[in-house]
């Protein structure tokens, strides 16, 4: 079975913080997302990478940045953390050429930005 | 750009009864996917039921099937004989061929009552 971790299941930061967000996948995808999850707004893609050291921006990447060093590790990255940055966040990874490239996901980090 | 429509936020089924959840989406494609995905109350999301738009046959798993209606642009989850396991939040989701994101609409929550 995939799966894929994310580093802490909640966490509080104060407003200015540089907070990290980890995830990891053991299945060799090279596909990894970053969502965030918001009531009435279901899920916004942040960043996805296709490979080591390549992204691309989703649809809401402001205030974010990503990082991939290793094939299984994805970082997200806010670099200075705001109210309105309180939130779910969702980590993903699929296999590319797999058929439909299913997204496994991880079990989300709940983060409360104070 | 593609849309995902889930125009029921909350749905309410008794057990043994069956229930259906809407899903509209907007695509110019012509090669694409669409998913069907559950995330229980604090749990992990994970991959109810999928289906490829060049195949007419409607997608099953078990007590799980989708009514999929190509001209309509319509994708909808027919859950079975529900049962208490199945209360969850449900997100349909689209994804083009050619790419690896995935389009979510804002989500159902199915509430199994007694």
């Known amino acids: 079975d995939v799966k894929v971790t994310q580093s802490s299941r909640y966490l509080v930061k104060r407003t200015g913080e540089k907070v990290f967000l980890e995830c990891v996948q053991d299945?060799?995808?090279?596909?990894m997302f970053w969502y965030r999850q918001d009531p009435g707004l279901g899920l916004r893609l942040i960043y996805f990478?296709?490979?080591?050291?390549?992204?691309e921006k989703g649809d809401i990447p402001e205030g974010y940045s990503v990082s991939r060093e290793k094939k299984e590790r994805f970082s997200l990255i806010l670099e200075s953390a705001s109210t309105n940055q309180t939130s779910m966040y969702l980590c993903?990874?699929?296999?590319?050429?797999?058929?439909?490239?299913?997204?496994?996901f991880g079990p989300g980090t709940r983060l409360l930005v104070l | 750009a593609q849309t995902v429509t889930q125009s029921q936020p909350e749905m309410s089924v008794q057990e043994a009864e069956t229930v259906t959840l809407s899903c509209t989406y907007d695509?110019?494609?012509?090669?694409?996917?669409l998913f069907w995905y559950k995330q229980p109350p604090s749990r992990q999301m994970i991959l109810v039921i999928r289906?490829?738009?060049?195949?007419?046959q409607n997608a099953t798993e078990n007590r799980f099937s989708v009514n999929f209606q190509k001209a309509a642009k319509s994708f909808s989850l027919k859950i079975s004989d529900s049962q208490l396991g199945d209360a969850a939040m449900y997100f349909c989701?689209?994804?083009?061929?050619?790419?690896?994101?995935?389009?979510f609409g804002t989500g159902t929550r199915l509430q199994v009552t007694l």
């Open positions: 993903a990874s699929s296999l590319i050429w797999a058929f439909s490239e299913t997204q496994y």
């Open positions: 299945m060799d995808h090279e596909n």
């Open positions: 990478s296709y490979d080591v050291k390549m992204k």
């Open positions: 695509t110019s494609e012509s090669d694409y996917y």
């Open positions: 289906q490829e738009a060049y195949k007419q």
């Open positions: 989701a689209y994804k083009a061929g050619t790419a690896s994101k995935l389009t």
